[in-house]
């Protein structure tokens, strides 16, 4: 799925499109000066019919809406489906994208956005698995997992502890980050590993305390008790990163384990588990270990950022978490 920029900048008719001159001339468009496809509005039946006589007799179908968006995308995507023509949206929220993106499983070809949900379509073009191009590149930190040396482990009391269900499944291997700093996080794997004693939740990550930060899709950390309904969080694992939306979170008062480790930086942090043999870590040879199980000295896979925060964005300033 293609992302355009529209900059609102409008002279003569011309949009300016993630450095592409995007010219809708009437009905007509026009990309790099030449001509491209047809603009419709389907708000009605008759706008619909005109859409989908236009498959396969253009390159582009540019779709603008009135009250209704998913049933006249859901049309023409259906329309064009197998055939030359590529259908793409002018979106104007973000709830509009994901729709747009997904739509008959298909989605459509390119979505049209202003500036304020650029981040919203690229989290939609990584949750459909596609690559985002430098073009479509927004400023947020680069995600890679390095090795933390676990340096204690003890009791830690009991408390609140959240579980962060997604709408969907996770692999072996994936998880979260999360700690109790936002510069240095630990990776806690999904409860996707079976066991005799209890079913798995793969669609679930025992998070830990709800004090602690996790990272979320867009770069920004959050603290546990501050997640909802609807927040697009982090899915992390040695090999790939990729976003998940959250459909639920779970608190309950559970006993913890303190732990905490030294990352490559040399910083030291650590956080709060529920002490429970499904919350599991990943060792940096990639093995899983139940938090019940973690010893001193032992080598898990984790984040270190080395910057504070503010409101979960990243600052200059020095700040100090203990």
Known sequence: ?????????????????????????????????LQAGRVVDVSNSEGQAMARSLAGSVEWI?????EWQMIPIENIIAACDGGPTKVAARISSPEQVIGAAFALQIGVDAVLVPESILATALIAKSQRGEETTDSDSVETEPVSLSTCEVIEVKEGGVGE???????????????????SSSSSMVLVHGETVESEFVPTRPFRVNAGAV???????????????????GDEILI???????SGTIGRIKIERRPFI?????????????????????????????????????????????????????IGVSISAQVEER
């Open 1 to 33: 799925m293609q992302v355009w920029l529209e900059s609102g900048e409008r002279q003569n008719g011309v949009d300016l499109i993630d450095g592409v001159d995007l010219n809708v001339d009437g009905a007509s468009l026009y990309i790099e000066g």
């Open 62 to 66: 540019l779709l603008e809406f009135g």
């Open 161 to 179: 502890r959240v579980c962060v269900d997604l709408t969907t499944m996770l692999e072996i291997g994936e998880g979260m980050l999360v700690g």
């Open 211 to 229: 004090h602690s930060y996790i990272q979320m899709a867009d770069g920004t950390t959050k603290y546990l008790s501050e997640l909802k309904m």
């Open 236 to 242: 992390a694992s040695d090999s790939a990163m990729r």
């Open 258 to 310: 303190l732990f905490r480790w030294r990352d490559e930086n040399h910083n030291e942090a650590g956080a709060l588990l529920q002490q429970a043999e499904t919350v599991r870590l990943v060792t940096q040879s990639g093995s899983l270990v139940p938090i019940t199980n973690l010893e001193i000295g032992t080598n898990v896979l984790g984040w270190s950022g080395g910057m504070g925060r503010h």
